[in-house]
């Protein structure tokens, strides 16, 4: 079995609803969910947006390869109602990253793991530090506490209260 961890999150229409409605997709089609972060509210990363994300990050157990998961993740987020843009950062409905998949490194065309962002952005560090806080970056070298002290985003991040 792998591990995959994977970051949720969305800006658009009912942000907890469709959080959740990824969350019991990933259930059914990727595999059981073993731990997930609080959900976490921050401000839109590389755009201007009037309405916050929410993100979280979740723990699975999976018998698929990484590259069976990209194919999965993308599948849930058409059923969930995204429509993909050449942007690279704009407002969405939902969007599934795949942060880390056991403690490998992969780079193909398709896909980067891990992800190369995660260092970058407070809101991800933020979510792992509550559920990986000491995984060791397979690249980096640092744990997910310590890429949370050196971050130097500052946009705004907190656990999300309905």
Aim: with cysteine; charged share 25%; net charge negative.
């Amino acid at each position: 079995m792998n591990t995959v961890v994977l970051l949720t999150g969305g800006n658009l229409s009912d942000r907890l609803s469709i959080l959740r409605d990824a969350e019991d997709m990933i259930r059914k089609n990727i595999g059981p969910i073993l731990s997930e972060s609080p959900i976490i509210e921050s401000e839109a990363w590389g755009f201007e947006s009037k309405q916050a994300f929410l993100n979280q990050v979740l723990i699975v157990e999976t018998e698929y390869s990484a590259l069976e998961i990209l194919d999965k993740t993308q599948e849930i987020e058409i059923n969930l109602g995204r429509a993909r843009k050449k942007e690279q950062w704009v407002s969405r409905i939902i969007d599934i990253d795949i942060l880390f998949f056991n403690d490998e490194i992969i780079k193909t065309d398709l896909l980067t793991i891990p992800h190369k962002s995660i260092q970058a952005r407070r809101f991800t560090l933020l979510a792992l530090n509550y559920v990986l806080k000491d995984y060791i970056h397979p690249v980096l070298g640092e744990s997910i506490q310590q890429l949370l002290l050196e971050c130097k985003d500052k946009l705004k991040s907190d656990i999300y209260h309905a």
